[in-house]
């Protein structure tokens, strides 16, 4: 075991000389991540707001039930606020005002007007309407008001054939009283927003997590390709004639991947953490993924050292793979969202086994981890059986 460190130590103090896994395994990763996060994150992390203003010109009871129900209920909501203005020129005034974000006038992002005549119409023939003025700061802002008035222009409609049915069937009262009352009948049906407890990564730390593991197969691939270095260089004879068991060989190159690879994933760990705000989750089942994770990548990029010819005919066969691999496995973007084959077959792969492990970490516990972790060791034992095979075969040669 001893000589295995020795050798593990040898190629390790070759990487950091030559600054390659410094470059592979930390610096491109890091900074594909820093572009990731600030490209597309503040998509992933969108917060809705809007500022709107109505104007009640009719008093009468169906606009009030808009005003102070309807509206009152969307400024339930912190980022919605609703004003109340007296004159229609007003607020089409401050719709009016061009969006600038450092202006002292605030600006608004629709206006309701609501005209006289407005109740009356859930007795009349003519429909009733209501103004709605969209601002030039937000399409969504202004879209959502035109969906909240259409949603009760509907309900007026749903009131205006109710008080229609009463007098068909000859039903004493009040007109207007029973409009008002079916307006104020609750949807049968209702849509309400929930906010997941778990299987869901944020865009900052998914980006993270992918490029880390992605990445890592190029890493590991220094430690596991270094056999095929050697024989290039000459020295490979010499250690298969010094007194070292083959199993010493083998072993140290499979500890400097070892290390390399957690080197790495430890610092992209703690740098998106503390730079980008990822969220990996509890330390001990991380730490689990990121040790299964290096042991499958030692296994699959030692096959293709083991059966490769050349050192840069196995840099390009690893190159190959990892890329396949990374983009299968949904490194760079949510394969598992677009359904169909292509959701199933990623699982073949280590990388989306170690994202699955992530999702399920975020908002989970330790024991959730464990199916992710037991499919990485498997990667790693068997393709690590198969590259011992060939690695061995090929020093007796």
Same mark, same amino acid.
């Given at each position: ?17 030559d ?6 395994g ?109 601002g ?7 879209? /959502? *008001?035109? =969906?909240? %008035? @259409?949603? +009760?222009?509907? !309900?007026?409609?749903? $009131?205006? /054939? *109710?008080? =229609?049915? %009463? @007098?068909? +069937?000859?039903? !004493?009262?009040?007109? $207007? ?9 609750p ?23 992918g ?5 890592l ?11 095929l270095?050697?024989r ?83 840099a ?17 973007f ?64």
């Amino acid at each position: 075991m001893g000589t295995a460190w020795i050798i593990a130590s040898k190629d390790l103090k070759q990487r950091i000389r030559d600054k390659s896994a410094l470059i592979v395994g930390i610096i491109a990763p890091l900074a594909l991540a820093a572009i990731f996060s600030f490209v597309f994150n503040p998509i992933q992390d969108f917060q809705f707001s809007a500022d709107y203003i109505v104007v009640d010109e009719d008093g009468g009871p169906a606009a009030r039930l808009f005003v102070d129900q309807v509206l009152a209920g969307l400024a339930s909501d912190e980022s919605i606020t609703v004003e109340e203005l007296a004159s229609r020129d007003e607020a089409q005034a401050l719709v009016d005002i061009e969006f600038d974000p450092f202006a002292e006038t605030d600006s608004a992002d629709a206006a309701f007007i609501i005209p006289a005549g407005f109740s009356a119409a859930i007795t009349s023939p003519n429909p009733a309407r209501m103004e709605v003025f969209a601002g030039r700061g937000s399409d969504t802002a202004s879209g /959502v *008001a035109v =969906a909240v %008035a @259409e949603q +009760f222009a509907s !309900q007026l409609q749903t $009131a205006r /054939v *109710a008080t =229609a049915t %009463a @007098e068909s +069937f000859g039903l !004493q009262g009040d007109r $207007a009283e029973i409009g008002l009352r079916a307006l104020r009948v609750p949807n049968l049906a209702s849509v309400t927003d929930a906010q997941a407890t778990s299987k869901i990564l944020s865009g900052t730390t998914f980006y993270a997590a992918g490029l880390a593991i992605f990445f890592l197969f190029f890493t590991v691939q220094f430690g596991v390709n270094s056999l095929l270095e050697e024989r290039h260089a000459g020295t490979l004879p010499r250690l298969l004639a010094a007194p070292i068991p083959k199993m010493a060989i083998i072993g140290g190159k499979a500890i400097s991947a070892f290390v390399l690879g957690t080197v790495s994933m430890a610092v992209l760990v703690v740098a998106t953490s503390l730079m980008f705000g990822a969220e990996w989750g509890n330390p001990v089942a991380v730490s689990l993924l990121i040790l299964a994770g290096i042991v499958a990548a030692i296994g699959i990029m030692g096959i293709v050292g083991a059966f490769a010819k050349t050192a840069e005919q196995a840099a390009i066969f690893s190159s190959i793979i990892a890329v396949v691999l990374g983009f299968l496995g949904g490194t760079f973007f949510p394969v598992g969202q677009a359904g169909g084959i292509i959701a199933k077959l990623r699982f073949i792969t280590p990388h989306a086994w170690f994202m699955q492990g992530l999702g399920d970490l975020a908002g989970g516990n330790l024991a959730d981890v464990f199916p992710a972790v037991a499919a990485l060791l498997i990667f790693g034992a068997v393709c690590g059986l198969l590259a011992y095979v060939g690695v061995r075969r090929g020093l007796s040669a």
